[in-house]
């Protein structure tokens, strides 16, 4: 493998960039980029040479301030050595000639479905033309582009356009990787928003035509981004115009272009007959955070990539708090806890595990990772909770404006907080260096009137770290009496030791502890609660959170009972779920999120976590039998939901109605489970909608009744791609075990299988990687076919072909047998010749 890059090694650029002029003459084979850069030497590295990065570039000329120059190409950019260069400022100009069509990799400059469009972040701008690739390198941009095509954009304010032209001015110093241009035929939907201060913004979201009556949503989350911003952060917009545009080839979600976002489709376009409720919680999201980014990622920037939690684990705990506010926080944090563990866990406990700024990689692109974005996320939340509201607030004031402008780095971060606040944060900072999901122990004493706790700490070691500190964990906790009354109201306690006791006194009778309110820190608890206890906080917990996960560890004990010791399903448990099926006051969403089951891949971790080893056919068999065991006994409550939560016309995304749908649509699931799918069948024809009609149609398929369904539902959406892939994930993702990766295989051969595609590739093998015992089959079937896909893949679009390889990351947690296949299956890819860089490395680490 290549050598890795280091944090350690950072050095300053040796140039520094005054200002940027680039012209784009567009051409799908052979398209010419003139860029006319101002340098000036950087007095912090005086003598250095220049080195411009570059690749896949023919370069046609080269001059230094108007004179030609010769120079010599190699394949990762080239060097102007000092020598050869002036003292002070200078103009480089160079021509070159890029290939958009032939560009398979998403990055750079490419086309899709005749659309031009840009993928810069992190260094694709090195495929554009030559330039100091990084970005602690800051610079106006002037662009201009020439080309037929009616709508030509490019960051910044319009400076001008004619026939055939337009041109672009970004006033704001910005890093190339910000930087964006589209090209095509398309149309906008256009809105304003006036800034506190009174700016007027032209808002623009551009789509295929066709599209123009799903932007409607997208639009409205954008206004109400813009105005959130102001009001909880004091941040403006700073341009005249932001323009959106929907691409349906992204190897990502969206990406936060300075005034030009660039979405992949799936995050823009809605409607009630084509969105599901998660799609548009999806979008409100997603436009939210490339919002935001203006401010934490575009104005303040980072150093280098190793500070990428910087903006990203600020962006996404930014969105997490607008997505509160606009949703409900307690069903909101639960579903971020959900992420968090399914993901986030999963990578911290396996061979891909590193810190949240990770100190050395060889492809960048493989760390936009859970850890760096909802892990780093976590920290900051974690950072708020200990100095407080108002110490929060203080400290953000002064990080926009001491750093406005800058290239910075997690310490300038930590540093703002230190001086608004006084605390000492270097024992905090660890969360930032050490990889690994800390677990927190817990154990309880009920002593004449005294209740102890004792709280210790461990975090397991990681690739690279066998050795870990203690960290910084801020605890919250409260007790609820036996009486269900809350005897102590809830506290942050900050466990910095490897151990600390906590007394509380002058107690009548034994209290339950109920731990980690709110999930206060990303770890794992430890701790056998006394019996009867999970059941009274199910009962009486005032934390919502902490509500929802007694109910959640409630279900993984009679989870484990029924796989492990073939059990029935737990009275106990099922008892505990009465009032979360009846109980009308309780919040719908909340009552759905209740009744969810955790799912095969969760039961996998918890197992692994509890040191047995994982059978994918045993989880499946207990999952649905837990499943069936609520059906039958809450069968008549069930169908009573389904009844009474019945759709309310129109159609209307709003969190209340998502919520009312969600527990209609959790009850008509468990129906299925003994009525063959009888009330699904009804639901699916009468649906108006694309949540019931999805929900409706999967609960067929689980049924073994969706073949109908499914050519009906194909027949009726074959024109509408997001629709599309919806099909082929819910067949992947719902096919019997058993007949999982035949379903893919045949799936693979369908003429509506583009694999070029991401958003269909993701469809269809997300389905069956989701899909836990159909993918893990013990003969290695689906470790097989995934493996000549990624093969396939990785020679087209090796960034998106490395994502979709983390589906291996847990390949340590079954029994030997799969273990070997997987290992054969990891080994094959890493000898394929044509091995990405990005996949070289991602094949390593797993490996390992
Ligand atoms: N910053 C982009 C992600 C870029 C990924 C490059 N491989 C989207 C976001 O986090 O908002
Ligand atoms: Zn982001």
Redesign the pocket.
């Known amino acids: 493998m290549r050598q890795p890059i280091r944090l350690s090694d950072y050095t300053p650029p040796s140039h520094l960039i005054e200002r940027v002029d680039l012209t784009f003459r567009l051409d799908p084979t052979a398209t010419r980029v003139t860029s006319k850069i101002r340098f000036r030497p950087n007095p912090a590295r005086p003598g250095a040479d220049l080195r411009l990065d570059g690749e896949d570039l023919k370069l046609i000329s080269a001059t230094i301030d108007g004179a030609k120059v010769e120079v010599a190409p190699d394949a990762t950019g080239l060097t102007l050595p000092a020598a050869h260069l002036p003292d002070g400022p200078f103009d480089w100009q160079a021509e070159v000639e890029i290939d958009p069509q032939a560009n398979t990799a998403l990055e750079g400059l490419y086309i899709s479905k005749g659309m031009y469009c840009t ?1 810069c ?2 260094e694709g701008f090195r495929r554009i033309t030559y330039y100091p690739d990084r970005p602690d390198v800051m610079a106006p941009f002037k662009v201009r582009i020439e080309s037929d095509l009616p709508v030509l954009l490019s960051n910044g304010n319009p400076a001008g356009q004619g026939a055939g032209w337009a041109e672009w001015d970004d006033p704001h110093p910005k890093p190339a990787y910000l930087f964006a241009l589209v090209a095509g035929d398309l149309v906008a939907t256009r809105d304003r928003f006036t800034t506190a201060s009174g700016r007027d913004v032209d808002l623009a979201i551009w789509v295929r035509k066709g599209d123009e009556d799903k932007t409607g949503y997208a639009m409205d989350a954008l206004k109400r981004s813009m105005a959130w911003d102001e009001r909880r952060y004091g941040r403006e917009y700073d341009l005249d115009q932001f323009n959106v545009v929907a691409v349906d080839d992204f ?6 272009n300075k005034g030009l976002n660039i979405f992949n489709s799936r995050y823009v376009l809605a409607s009630p007959e084509i969105a599901t409720d998660e799609d548009y919680a999806s979008i409100e999201r ?1 436009i939210a ?2 919002y935001f ?1 203006n401010w934490t ?1 575009n104005r303040i920037t980072c150093r280098d990539w190793f500070q990428l939690s910087l ?2 684990g600020l ?1 996404v705990y930014r969105d997490q708090q607008f997505m509160a506010e606009a949703r409900g926080g307690a069903v909101q944090r639960i579903n971020e806890a959900l992420t968090l563990r399914a993901r986030q866990f999963r990578e911290d406990g396996g061979p891909l595990a590193h810190p949240v700024r990770p100190s050395e990689y060889v492809e ?2 493989n760390f ?1 990772t859970a850890t760096v ?1 909802e892990k780093g996320a976590e920290v900051i939340r974690m950072l708020a909770t200990l100095v407080g509201e108002e110490g929060y607030a203080k400290a953000l004031d002064l990080y926009f404006d001491r750093h406005d402008g800058q290239a910075c780095t997690i310490e300038d971060w930590l540093k703002v907080f230190e001086e608004a606040t006084g605390r000492d944060l270097s024992q905090f900072k660890r969360w930032y260096e050490q990889a690994g999901t800390p677990r927190v122990r817990v154990s309880e004493e009920w002593q004449d009137g005294r209740f102890r706790l004792r709280l210790s700490q461990t975090v397991p070691p990681t690739p690279g770290q066998p050795k870990k500190a203690p960290m910084a964990i801020p605890v919250a906790l409260g007790l609820i009496g036996a009486n269900g009354q809350e005897v102590a109201p809830t506290q942050v306690v900050e466990l910095t030791e490897d151990e600390i006791t906590l007394d509380f006194e002058g107690l009548g009778t034994r209290p339950v502890p109920s731990l980690l309110r709110g999930f206060s820190a990303p770890v794992v608890l430890v701790h056998a609660p006394e019996p009867g206890a999970l059941a009274h906080l199910l009962a009486h917990d005032t934390d919502p959170f902490a509500r929802w996960e007694a109910g959640r560890r409630l279900a993984l004990q009679a989870a484990e009972a029924m796989i492990l010791e073939e059990a029935p399903a737990d009275p106990a448990w099922l008892a505990a779920l009465a009032p979360v099926v009846r109980d009308e006051s309780l919040d719908p969403a909340f009552r759905a999120l209740m009744l969810r089951l955790p799912d095969d891949e969760t039961l996998a971790a918890h197992l692994a976590d509890r040191g047995t080893t994982p059978d994918p056919d045993a989880i499946h068999a207990a999952r649905r039998a837990m499943r069936r065991a609520v059906a039958g006994r809450f069968d008549a409550d069930l169908r009573g939901l389904v009844n009474a939560l019945a759709p309310v016309v129109p159609y209307s995304p709003d969190a209340a109605s998502a919520g009312r749908r969600a527990l209609r649509m959790t009850a008509l699931g468990l129906v299925a489970q003994t009525d063959r799918g009888e009330m699904a069948e009804v639901v699916f024809k009468a649906a108006d909608n694309m949540t019931e009609q999805l929900a409706a149609l999967a609960c067929l398929i689980d049924a073994g009744r969706g073949e109908t369904a499914l050519a009906a539902f194909h027949d009726r959406w074959q024109q509408e791609r997001l629709v599309i892939d919806k099909w082929f994930a819910l067949q992947t993702g719902h096919a019997q075990p058993a007949r999982a990766v035949t379903v893919a295989e045949g799936l693979s051969a369908h003429p509506d299988f583009d694999w070029t595609n991401p958003n269909r590739f993701r469809a269809l093998f997300g389905g069956l990687v989701g899909n836990h015992a159909g993918f893990h089959r013990s003969d290695g079937s689906g470790y097989d076919l995934l493996a000549d896909w990624l093969i396939r893949l990785d020679a087209r679009n090796p ?1 998106f072909a490395a994502r979709m390889s983390t589906a291996f990351e847990a390949w340590r947690r079954y029994d030997s047998a799969r273990q070997a296949r997987a290992r054969a299956a990891l080994e094959r890819i890493g000898r394929h010749a044509r091995l990405s860089r990005d996949m070289g490395e991602m094949v390593e680490r797993m490996l390992e």
């Open positions: 993928q972040e992190a190897n990502m979600g969206a990406m936060e997603i955070h490339e980014h990622g903006k990203e962006t960048i692109n936009y974005y960034q």
